[in-house]
């Protein structure tokens, strides 16, 4: 029997059943929501939905934006839709059934926002004794197939974001282009190198690749950096945007 867990985010706001066993979503699911620039009347499409977290902590944050999660484990997809019940959002938030690399024909469309967690690991990797997390965990596609998924299905003006693992960050700047594409390093602590990314394609810009200052998540001492809890807690946006130079 599957046993499953009830987690808080964004300081209870937003409440979801996960498995107790498998790919379970935390800090990179808000962090990844936080980083959607959408507004009230955009449509959204989350791949790889999982349990849901990231489209509902999306939701909470932006009234009125309309969201379609794709996630391949049934299972999961009936469990995000009583989530997004649950929290009182299925109005506007709702899971399909779908292989991300074979989008059936009514996903075909093109959405304000795209934004996705993709598996972090290539094949090469040690997988996961546990099926459900290895899946989740080893992409079989490639991460640039999944890339370009989401480039695809974005607006000629919308945005594609992705959150990843730092060291695939070369390998997914390969896949996208470098006009229009800003990174956001994630610090663990100042003086750490970063663990994760969030890239962000605006595909209606022209700027130049820019590589953000960052955000330091924890101090040395432990606990969230006053920055990151206004975002963990208190569910502020995350800027993916390049600074505007100071003129001269």
Not at 49 to 62: E, H, M
Not at 141 to 150: C, E, I, K, T
Request: include cysteine; charge should be positive.
């Amino acid at each position: 029997m599957t046993e499953f867990t009830e987690d808080g985010f964004l300081n209870g706001r937003v409440r979801v059943r996960q498995p107790v066993l498998g790919f379970r979503s935390g800090l990179d699911a808000v962090m990844l929501a936080a980083a959607v620039p959408a507004r009230a009347g955009d449509t959204v499409l989350e791949l790889g939905a999982g349990a849901g977290a990231a489209s509902l902590c999306l939701a909470a944050r932006v009234a009125g934006c309309s969201i379609t999660g794709v996630e391949q484990d049934g299972a999961l997809v009936a469990l995000a839709n009583a989530n997004a019940a649950a929290n009182g959002m299925d109005a506007r938030v709702r899971f399909v059934e779908a292989d991300v690399l074979k989008l059936p024909r009514a996903l075909r469309a093109d959405f304000d926002h795209v934004f996705c967690n993709p598996p972090f690991h290539g094949g090469g990797g040690e997988a996961s004794p546990n099926t459900e997390r290895s899946r989740a965990l080893h992409e079989a596609g490639g991460l640039s197939r999944w890339l370009a998924v989401g480039v695809k299905r974005t607006t000629a003006k919308g945005t594609f974001t992705v959150v990843l693992r730092a060291d695939r960050l070369s390998e997914a700047l390969d896949a996208l282009s470098r006009t229009g594409v800003s990174v956001l390093p994630l610090w663990p602590k100042a003086g750490v190198a970063a663990k994760r990314v969030i890239i962000q394609l605006d595909r209606g810009k022209r700027a130049p690749f820019a590589l953000l200052p960052g955000l330091v998540l924890h101090h040395k001492t432990g606990g969230y950096t006053p920055e990151a809890d206004a975002i963990l807690r208190c569910g502020e946006a995350v800027s993916v945007k390049p600074l505007t130079p100071l003129s001269r």
